[in-house]
């Protein structure tokens, strides 16, 4: 079955960097996106961007420009999500799920919090 | 970008009521619209995709209408499994931007 395990909680302090893990099994990797979605306390959803497993094409969101990279290890089958220069209002849940359109299947969600 | 909205943002109503959720795109998206429900500290879950494809193993008593800029999900029946909020989601271009969400309980 198909399953998208991340990795654990992180706490950093503004300015600092996090990259979360998101390893894929139960399915040919190269064969769908990756999306990242990240969920703020008691907030909606944002879509931050997407990743082509097969060529590594990117495409993020405007606001996450210049701060967020996607990256896959096809050997791993595993995707990472790196944001940079950490604010207090990147306190979230990260989600990864596979699909680069609608999202089919959801990692469990990694908590990163932002606090000095 | 287009933007997405939905209303309303929250509803109470009884077990077995018909319950109906909008979602509105600021620009036409055809039927590139995606539901998610997500369950109070749950991990989201596609319900609908296509604006009107259930996902498998979703209830027939979820259904999604729509295309253009104007989208409805519909419970047939509210069962108390269905507290939850549930989100809208764009697809036809990047950005694939969700709507704020309708958070929906039992009366």
């Known amino acids: 079955q198909v399953q998208l395990v991340q990795s654990g909680a992180e706490m950093k302090k503004p300015g600092a960097s996090v990259k979360v893990s998101c390893k894929a099994s139960?399915?040919?990797?190269?064969?769908?996106?990756i999306s990242w979605v990240r969920q703020a306390p008691g907030q909606g959803l944002e879509w931050m961007g997407w990743?082509?497993?097969?060529?590594?094409?990117?495409n993020y969101a405007q606001k996450l420009q210049g701060r967020v990279t996607m990256t896959t290890d096809t050997s791993t089958n595993t995707a990472y999500m790196e944001l940079r220069s950490l604010r207090s209002d990147d306190t979230a849940v990260y989600y990864c799920?596979?699909?680069?359109?609608?999202?089919?299947?959801w990692g469990q969600g990694t908590l990163v919090t932002v606090s000095s | 970008d287009i933007q997405m909205t939905q209303s309303p943002s929250s509803l109470s109503a009884s077990v077995g009521d018909r319950v109906t959720i909008t979602c509105r795109a600021s620009q036409g998206i055809s039927n590139y619209l995606a539901w998610y429900q997500q369950k109070p500290g749950k991990v989201p879950q596609l319900l609908i995709y296509?604006?009107?494809t259930l996902q498998s193993g979703v209830p027939s008593r979820f259904s999604g209408s729509g295309s253009g800029t104007d989208f409805t999900l519909t419970i047939s029946s509210l069962q108390p499994e269905d507290v939850a909020t549930y989100h809208c989601q764009k697809y036809n271009s990047a950005p694939f931007t969700f709507g704020p969400g309708t958070k929906v309980d039992i009366k």
């Open positions: 990743i082509s497993a097969y060529k590594g094409d990117t």
């Open positions: 799920a596979r699909g680069g359109a609608f999202a089919e299947y």
């Open positions: 296509a604006a009107s």
């Open positions: 139960g399915y040919t990797f190269t064969n769908y996106g």
